[in-house]
Each structure stands twice: as C-alpha cells, then as structure tokens.
C-alpha cells in the first residue's frame, strides 16, 4: 500500500482539527477567570462602572449586565435598570487571563505539532514497511 502525501495531509489535517477543537473549547473556559464578591449593603470595592458581570439576586434569578453607575443604595445598569444593593446576593466578575490564555495557545501549538509529526511518522513507516 503506497500512501500519497495528500493522503497524508488530510489524515494530519483531521487530527488537527479535533485537536484544536477540544483545545478552543479548553480555552473558553481556561482564558477567564471568575471572582464571586459577597454583597452587603453597599457597592464593593472591586466593581466599577463599565464592567460586565453576572447578579445573583436573592430572589435566585442571575442576570448578566453591564454596569453604568454605582451608588450608596444599588446600581444603574447599562440599559437603566436600577437595582438595589439589598436585592443582591452575590456579583460574579469574570476576568480574562492573560497567562492562561498563553499557557493554551502553547499547549495548542505543541499538541497540534505532535499530531502532525505522529501522522507522518506514521505514514513514513507504512511506506517503508511496503517496499521491504
């Protein structure tokens, strides 16, 4: 059996293809990170206007917003919404991580290599194996 090199290629192609596949979806969650902030009676420190972040309300509803104005006694959100800091149980800030997201792009870089190298190495020795 000869393999041809566009045989080789599409098989290292669709390596690579399930590869980078489970490392974006890898990445989606290994980019971010979530920091959950603890709601009193007033705004804390940490939130500031024009930032997304998810509210967990004491009613159980979440909602995602972005925040326009803080005050004493709650939030203004993008839209207008105004919700009171005693509605709020919790706020989910998500963050993005730059040593992560470098951390996951080597390891794609490295695993999509492998994959390339195992396939033609693969290939090499079927070819080898068939002159003999």
């Known amino acids: 059996m000869r393999i041809r ?3 080789l290629w599409r098989g290292g192609q669709r390596a690579s293809v399930v590869v980078l596949s ?3 979806m890898l990445a989606q969650v290994a980019c971010t990170t979530s ?3 603890v709601v ?3 705004a804390p420190s940490e939130v500031r206007p024009g930032q997304t972040v998810t509210l967990y309300l004491k009613d159980g509803a979440a909602t995602e917003v972005d925040i326009k ?3 004493s006694t709650g939030l203004t959100t993008a839209d207008g919404r105004r919700i009171a800091w005693a509605q709020i149980e919790r706020i989910e800030q ?3 991580s730059a040593a992560r997201t470098a951390g996951v792009v080597t390891i794609a870089v490295v695993a999509t290599l492998a994959v390339l190298a195992a396939a033609f190495a693969n290939a090499l020795d079927d070819a080898f194996d068939n002159h003999k």
């Open 5 to 7: 090199g566009s045989e």
């Open 94 to 96: 998500r963050q993005f």
């Open 69 to 71: 104005a803080l005050g």
């Open 40 to 42: 009193t009676d007033a």
């Open 35 to 37: 920091r959950v902030l």
């Open 22 to 24: 489970m490392l974006l």
